[in-house]
T-cell receptor
Framework: AQSVTQLGSHVSVSEGALVLLRCNYSSSVPPYLFWYVQYPNQGLQLLLK??????LVKGINGFEAEFKKSETSFHLTKPSAHMSDAAEYFCAVSGGYSTLTFGKGTMLLVSP | DGGITQSPKYLFRKEGQNVTLSCEQNLNHDAMYWYRQDPGQGLRLIYY???????QKGDIAEGYSVSREKKESFPLTVTSAQKNPTAFYLCASSGTRRGYNEQFFGPGTRLTVL
């Protein structure tokens, strides 16, 4: 069984500041991990995924995430926030074949 | 362009009526999924199908039904037994090979019960 915990339902940053969105997972098998972004009234778009290759994964729009097995974490970062990054972000985990289990999401707010 | 389409974008229903949400994909994916999204609750899995003519219940299947007669199509029926159907519904599809199961999402259907 898998589960995901996203710390903080809302995160606020200033434009140009570091973005850090936290995700911790639980999995009974080696996990596959994903980050998705959702803009208002739209579907989810894949930002990046970890599939047991490199532990530092680079995604679209300047985002990256680092898989840390000892901490069971997969935090999402971006060095410098843009106004266009304001959206809801979801972390998800799977065992590789099965369905994805999603966290409850973190709303990123970016102020000028 | 390959992708997933959902229709309609907005749907209004009177209490006691069944309504069917459409989901079509041309990505040649074997697996398809339906999720319900409510504010602050993330995505909750309603039903999923990994092959034509077969599907499994997710975490919140009560009051919903599905069919999978074609690989490309996975319609969801919200029945009158669903107590609180107002929500945003998302359809997704994926491959089934290990490591290739990231899900691709449609634009969603917002259902409002009047």
């Amino acid at each position: 069984a898998q589960s995901v915990t996203q710390l903080g339902s809302h995160v606020s940053v200033s434009e140009g500041a570091l973005v850090l969105l936290r995700c911790n997972y639980s999995s009974s098998v080696p996990p596959y991990l994903f980050w998705y972004v959702q803009y208002p009234n739209q579907g989810l778009q894949l930002l990046l995924k970890y599939t047991s290759a490199a532990t530092l994964v680079k995604g679209i729009n300047g985002f990256e995430a680092e898989f840390k097995k000892s901490e069971t974490s997969f935090h999402l970062t971006k060095p410098s926030a843009h106004m266009s990054d304001a959206a809801e972000y979801f972390c998800a985990v799977s065992g590789g074949y099965s369905t994805l289990t999603f966290g409850k999401g973190t709303m990123l707010l970016v102020s000028p | 362009d390959g992708g997933i389409t959902q229709s309609p974008k907005y749907l209004f229903r009177k209490e006691g009526q069944n309504v069917t949400l459409s989901c079509e994909q041309n990505l040649n994916h074997d697996a398809m999924y339906w999720y319900r999204q409510d504010p602050g609750q993330g995505l909750r899995l309603i039903y999923y199908s990994q092959i034509v003519n077969d599907f499994q219940k997710g975490d919140i299947a009560e009051g919903y039904s599905v069919s999978r007669e074609k690989k490309e199509s996975f319609p969801l029926t919200v029945t009158s037994a669903q107590k609180n159907p107002t929500a945003f519904y998302l359809c997704a599809s994926s491959g089934t090979r290990r490591g290739y199961n990231e899900q691709f999402f449609g634009p969603g259907t917002r259902l409002t019960v009047l």
